[in-house]
């Protein structure tokens, strides 16, 4: 977030509450309360996720016990899922609004190794042995991985599972991108910074072109990877990358006009009525799309249903994370008590919550309860449980705390 000449690192590891209270107060609060809503509000989507035969893109889906009935899944389609468009691109939006004063603090070098650490570490420890041994341990009891913990590596689709890391390996990819342009820029503009010359404003138009092309690029995109699929052998979700770099590279600019403070008052009320539009026309496109089972056609094709889908949701993405950005600026800045505990906690949150739902999901398992019912218990254990072993793991181990 906002440079801190204190180490919450060193503050957790000795126990000083108050090192961590000082590290918080040098930060945006309204970003650390909305990181913490948004880690919390992926966590309790995965639950539901595992619970879900319409679409099944989370881990315990393709082996789950019981099934939430047609009606709840139409409900949630209709009623939630607009929103879940909002949360990794919002995520995206802030990281662009963080990547150029971070480079600017902390120069090209010291930026590459500390994305190297914090984003390229967990990425290759959770990709390359954590997911494959939890899946492995969740699987091969239940005779979905018969061979050994090395045949079963890459799975039957003998691809890498990222599972929900590949937020972390994307983010990676396009910080050491502007890295790498920043330093092409240094050198074609004669070392001048582009603070230094000045970029041009983002208004709402600005904003509506970057949605009408993020539309057609994400619509061909998913004639190869529809939504939800297996994105080739590295798994990065290619079908939500035309938004993601869109968004990012918005949150890069607008850091340059003061956005990562407040968003103009006349951008956010367009985003507010384009966004608010795009919900109503995504729940009625899921609606139909559910009611008449045509929700493959609506994840990628030749289709006027995928054609429609794209449209809506580049709006949701593009209008909606930056609304919900101005949304937090003013409802999201009072400090609570256990604030600066969860913020400092919300990032290893992330990494630990596949284990915790799978552990939650299993445990469940035995019992007759319908999905109704185990989902929302997964949901709330999985976001207390992540949280509570996450800051354990930042408090008592100093190697997880430097790095988460």
């Excluded at 959770?126 to 899946?135: A, C, I, K, R």
């Excluded at 582009?194 to 004639?223: E, H, K, N, Q, Y």
């Excluded at 990358?241 to 951008?267: E, H, M």
């Excluded at 100093?398 to 988460?404: A, N």
């Amino acid at each position: 977030m906002v440079a801190s000449g204190t180490d919450p690192a060193r503050s957790v590891r000795d126990g000083d509450r108050s090192g961590l209270e000082r590290w918080s107060s040098t930060r945006l609060t309204y970003l650390d309360n909305l990181k913490v809503i948004l880690i919390a509000a992926i966590i309790g989507l995965h639950a539901v996720l595992g619970y879900a035969g319409t679409v099944e893109v989370w881990t315990y889906s393709g082996l789950r016990e019981v099934t939430l009935t047609p009606v709840v899944e139409v409900a949630l389609l209709v009623l939630v899922s607009p929103f879940g468009f909002f949360l990794i691109a919002l995520l995206f939006l802030v990281a662009g609004l963080l990547t150029p004063p971070s480079y600017e603090r902390k120069g090209a070098r010291r930026f590459v190794d500390d994305r190297l650490l914090r984003l390229g570490v967990p990425f290759v420890a959770y990709v390359f042995l954590v997911q494959p041994t939890l899946v492995y341990a969740l699987e091969h009891p239940l005779g979905d991985a018969p061979g050994s913990y090395w045949d079963e590596y890459l799975g039957a689709e003998r691809q890498i599972d990222t599972g929900p890391l590949w937020f972390v390996g994307v983010l990676l990819v396009y910080s050491l991108g502007y890295a790498g342009w920043r330093r092409w820029k240094k050198r074609t503009d004669g070392g001048a910074s582009p603070t230094d010359r000045g970029t041009r404003t983002i208004t709402l138009r600005t904003m509506v072109a970057t949605a009408a092309v993020v539309a057609p690029a994400s619509f061909a995109v998913r004639l190869v990877y529809p939504y939800g699929s297996e994105s080739g052998f590295s798994d990065l979700n290619l079908w939500e990358w035309p938004a993601c770099v869109a968004v990012f590279g918005i949150g890069v600019v607008a850091s340059q006009q003061g956005w990562l403070r407040a968003i103009p008052d006349d951008v956010a009320r367009g985003c507010r009525t384009l966004t608010l539009s795009a919900v109503v026309a995504m729940a009625t496109l899921l609606l139909v799309a559910g009611v008449s089972d045509a929700v493959d056609d609506v994840l990628g094709g030749w289709h006027w249903l995928g054609a429609v889908f794209v449209v809506v949701e580049a709006m949701l993405t593009v209008f909606g994370s930056v609304w919900l950005l101005n949304v937090a600026q003013h409802r999201l800045r009072r400090r609570y008590r256990w604030g600066p505990m969860l913020s400092r906690s919300a990032y290893a949150a992330f990494m630990v919550q596949t284990a915790v739902l799978l552990a939650l999901a299993v445990a469940l398992r035995p019992l007759a309860l319908p999905a109704e019912v185990k989902a929302p218990i997964v949901a709330l254990g999985g976001i207390i449980g992540s949280f509570a072993i996450a800051w354990i793991l930042i408090k008592k181990l100093p190697g997880v705390s430097r790095v988460l």
